[in-house]
Structures are given as C-alpha cells and as structure tokens.
C-alpha cells in the first residue's frame, strides 16, 4: 500500500503524498517549501549550488553527508533529515563557519555561498571524530563539488580553517538519531503518485521478488547517473525499484583472499575501503567528480550504468575483480569485463539485480598503477582512464591485465597488449612493442572531451609510463612521477 514520504527539514517534520515520483529535492525545496537559500546552477551534479547534507541512519549508526538536492528524486529522502544553509545559525547567533566566512571574505555575488557552506558543515561536523582541524587537502577535497565564479577558493579555504580554530558550535547526533529512528520503519517503502511507483524494500528477498514482478521497472541507487536522465533527458522512465535501503547491500568486508563490496555501497566508502589494499588508487579515489556525488552514487551504480568512461571499471579490470548478480533463482558470478556485451549493453538479465563487487587481495609482488586523464583534475570525466596490474619476477612480467576506458564502445580489457608483455623481460623493447600494440588495439571516438589520436597517443604514453614507474630499467623507478601527487605533498607543509 502506498505511503507518503516523510522527511525532517528545518526541525520540521514534512509529508509529500502528491509529488511526482520524479521530483527532485531541489525542486521541492526551491517551489514547494519556499527554502531559497538552495540553489539551482545547473540541475546536473555539477556547480554544487544546490548542496545539502543529508542526515540517514544506516546499521544504527547516524551518517551526515553532503548531496547534490538536484540529484535525488525526493522520494529516495523517505526516513531521512535534510539540512539547508539558513538552519545553520542566526542573524544573532551565526554558526562559526558563517562569522568566518565573513571575516575571511569568502563571498561575493553570495550565489554559490550557501552550497559552500554545506559542503563545509559536512566535515565541520566531523571534527570530534578528527580530533584535528581540517587540513587543506581535506578541505579541497570536500569543496571539490563546489563552483565559485568570483570569489575564488582560497578566502573560501581560510574560512574554513578560521571557523575551526573558533570555539565549537556543537550539533544533537543523538537527538536526531532518535527523531529518524520513528519515521521509517517498514521493511517495504512505497509511495505512488500520478500512476506511477517508488518501491524501497530493506530485505534482498524482496528486492529480488519485485524485480522479478516488475522487469522493466527502473532500478535506481544513488541517482546520480538516473538523475540526469530526469532532469535533462526528460526521460519517461516508468516505475523505480531502489537498492538504496537494502541493508545487505551496504557491507564492505575484507575476507582471506578477497574484498567484498556491496553494490549499494556508496563510491566514496568503497574507494576508502580498497585503499589499504591498493593505496595507488588514492589520486582516483579523489578525482571521481566530486565528494557529494561519491556519497550519493554507488560502485554498483557505476558498473551497473556500464558507461565506457566510467572510473571504476579499468581498475576492477585490471585487478580481475567479479561481480555477483543475483534474482530469485539463485546468483551467479562472472568476471567484470565478460558482464559488458555492447555499448551499454550488459550481461544482465530482467530479472537479475547486482549485488556484489569481489575485488581479490594483492598478490605479492603485484604492479598496480591507475591513471585518469581528463581536462580538469575535480569533477571531470575522464578522456581516457587507464589501470594495469602485473607480477614481476627476475625483470620479466606476468598476469598482466589492462583495463581501459575512454577507448572502446565498453570498459575494455587490452588483450592483445597484455599478450606482447606477458612473460617478457620488462624492457625498452617489450614497451615499444607494447605501444604500438595498445594504438592498434582500439579504435575510440573523437568526441568534446578527446580526439581520437589523442586518446590512441594516452594509452601509448601511459604504458611508457608504467614502465617508467616499475622496469628494473627505468634510471625513474619508484621516483614520484605523479604531478598533483608531489602539489598535493607540497601543500600539507
Ligand atoms: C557531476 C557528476 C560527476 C560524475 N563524475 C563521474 C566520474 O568522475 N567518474 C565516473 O565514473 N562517474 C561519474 N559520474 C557518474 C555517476 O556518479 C556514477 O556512475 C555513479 O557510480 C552511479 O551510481 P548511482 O548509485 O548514482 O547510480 P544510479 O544513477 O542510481 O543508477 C545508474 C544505473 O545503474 C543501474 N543500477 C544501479 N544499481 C544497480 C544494481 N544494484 N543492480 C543493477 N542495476 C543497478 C540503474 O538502473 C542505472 O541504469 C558523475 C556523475 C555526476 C552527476
Ligand atoms: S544545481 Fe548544480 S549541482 Fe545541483
Ligand atoms: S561568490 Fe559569486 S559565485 Fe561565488
């Protein structure tokens, strides 16, 4: 039976049993509960006017993270607290973060300041976890999603350090902990409007019976991907089963020889997680777009959608990582290259949700390096994303696998190039071989964010550079080659 949403905003408890399932949040906020102090740049994820923190209880436990409001259809909000700029203080009483930004003169026009100062408020509240104030790479990190276009960052920057050294403005965890914990208790959301439906089930049982019912409904996650399609495609996209509050998909866990990820997992948690193993993945871990779309989608939305230039696929190519599908007749596992068939087109049947990533553990001795080109180093897609792990033993290469994006129709896997290593001594003359073979081995598009050679002339130097980084050859091995690597260490000191 359908329910209405019910969400806090503004210490208000507000219920919506007449929007449209597709309604943003954004647009709730701005036309229907008259909050202006949200704002609309560009409805797609990325200027960050619209930033809000979004309150959830997952486990037990109270999670406060920043989100685009543009992105999320409201009825994903159900159980949830949203937080707007103009909850933080008063004209009377300003939170520390709105004295400092002030003082600092972190505004201007005004447009962009109170996402700004959502994404700050985000980790202002983790600072009793921190123990230590924010250090600029931290701050960069958390304002990554975030536009300014006539201030500039660094007043912006200071303000936040400014407000940390400040007496604590403290916020009720408990308080709100207790307030979500009496909203949203079924095990099966509903909510209709306008014929059409939003079903969020918490048991995977459920989830996979009404899959199994609802083929063509669409499933949906984080929305960051589906919530272009709604707000710039136009996209009639039917009823939505959501995986978001399915507890079984949001276990991460270490197991003897492998990672285990569930596909509901936020991507920002799942690269934290793999970090330990394969600390190489810490530049992709940050240039994924921004931190309030990688706590909003999800690894499992990012293999799911099956974009060729998604992030997350060369790497879990390269690394022979699985993934599990799973319907009411049981679940099966394959390999993550043999899941993509054609341009977006997988491996995935109507009845099959997927429910696992399995990222097997470092073998000694393994190679891992990945590289993402793109124009911008926040929030860009990626022109090219390249990930190639390897064994070295006695100078010579072996289970080598390239994983490639930016290059083919799907998330690739470089055959023919692994093929001209493997085995060989890794010196000049396997790279030169192996150049020519990974130029021939695709054939990408030319499109705004690449040509064609460009991306062809990317999987050559980037092999160079692997070489470079770790051939008994190489007068560069174990050098630090990486450019914002060596900025990022210069700006800690
Ligand atoms: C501003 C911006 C910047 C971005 N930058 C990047 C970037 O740098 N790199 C990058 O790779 N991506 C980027 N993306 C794309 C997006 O954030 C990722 O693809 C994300 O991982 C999608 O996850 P989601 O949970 O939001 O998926 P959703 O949007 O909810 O769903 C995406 C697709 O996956 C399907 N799906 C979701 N979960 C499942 C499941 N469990 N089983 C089966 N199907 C499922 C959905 O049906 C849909 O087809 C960006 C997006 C935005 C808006
Ligand atoms: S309006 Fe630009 S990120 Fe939402
Ligand atoms: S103050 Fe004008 S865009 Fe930032």
Not at 90 to 96: I, L, Y
Not at 171 to 177: E, H, I, N, P, S
Not at 327 to 342: D, K, M, V, W
């Amino acid at each position: 039976m359908s329910a209405p949403i019910r969400f806090f905003h503004a210490s208000q408890l507000h219920t919506v049993s007449d929007q449209p399932v597709t309604r943003t949040l954004l647009q709730y906020l701005r036309e229907d509960s008259h909050c202006t102090s949200v704002k609309e740049g560009c409805a797609e994820g990325d200027c960050g006017a619209c930033t809000v923190v979004v309150g959830e209880l997952r486990n037990g436990a109270l999670q406060m993270r920043s989100a685009n409001a543009c992105l999320l259809p409201l009825a994903s909000l159900h159980g949830k607290a949203v937080f707007t700029a103009d909850q933080l203080g008063s004209r009377e009483a300003p939170h520390p973060l709105q004295e400092a930004m002030v003082s600092c003169h972190g505004s201007q026009c005004g447009f962009c300041t109170p996402g700004f100062m959502m994404s700050m408020w985000s980790i202002y509240l983790q600072r009793a976890d921190r123990g230590t104030p924010a250090t600029r790479p931290e701050i960069q990190r958390a304002l990554s999603g975030n536009l300014c276009r006539c201030t500039g960052y660094r007043p912006i920057i200071d303000a936040m350090q400014v407000a940390e050294s400040m007496p604590e403005r403290s916020f009720d965890r408990q308080a709100l902990a207790t307030r979500l914990a009496g909203i949203a208790e079924e095990d099966h959301f509903h909510y209709s409007a306008q014929q059409q439906h939003w079903h969020a089930p918490r048991t995977l049982d459920t989830l996979l019976t009404l899959r199994k019912d609802m083929p063509d409904a669409t499933l949906i996650a984080g929305s960051t991907d589906i919530g272009l399609w709604i707000t710039k495609q136009f996209r009639a996209l039917g009823d939505f089963i959501s995986v978001a509050n399915v507890d079984v998909l949001h276990q991460c866990c270490r197991k003897e020889d492998e990672i285990q990820i569930g596909a509901a997992v936020s991507v920002e948690q799942a690269y934290r997680t793999c970090l330990d193993e394969y600390p190489e993945l810490a530049e992709l871990a940050d240039r994924f777009a921004s931190l309030p779309v990688r706590n909003a989608g999800t690894l499992g939305g990012n293999i799911a959608n099956g974009s060729p230039i998604g992030d997350s696929m060369p790497w879990l190519i390269a690394l022979g990582a699985r993934i599990e599908l799973a319907s009411i007749n049981g679940t099966r596992q394959i390999p993550l290259e043999a899941f993509y068939t054609g341009y977006r087109q997988k491996d995935l049947r109507p009845e099959e949700v997927v429910t696992r990533i399995l990222i097997p553990l470092r073998a000694k001795d393994r190679l891992f390096r990945v590289w993402k080109i793109s124009k911008r180093i926040d929030q860009d897609i990626s022109a090219v994303c390249i990930a190639l792990s390897a064994t070295l033993a006695d100078g010579h290469l072996h289970d080598v696998r390239i994983g490639a994006g930016g290059v083919a129709a799907i998330p690739a896997r470089a055959r023919q190039t692994e093929a001209v290593i493997e085995g060989k001594l890794w010196d000049q003359a396997t790279l030169e071989q192996a150049c020519t073979a990974i130029t021939d081995e695709f054939s990408p598009i030319s499109d705004m964010r690449a040509s064609a050679a460009y991306r062809r002339q990317l999987c050559a130097n980037l092999l160079r550079r692997f070489w470079l980084e770790t051939s008994p050859f190489s007068e560069a091995k174990d050098a630090a080659l990486s450019l914002t690597a060596y900025a990022a260490a210069g700006e800690q000191q």
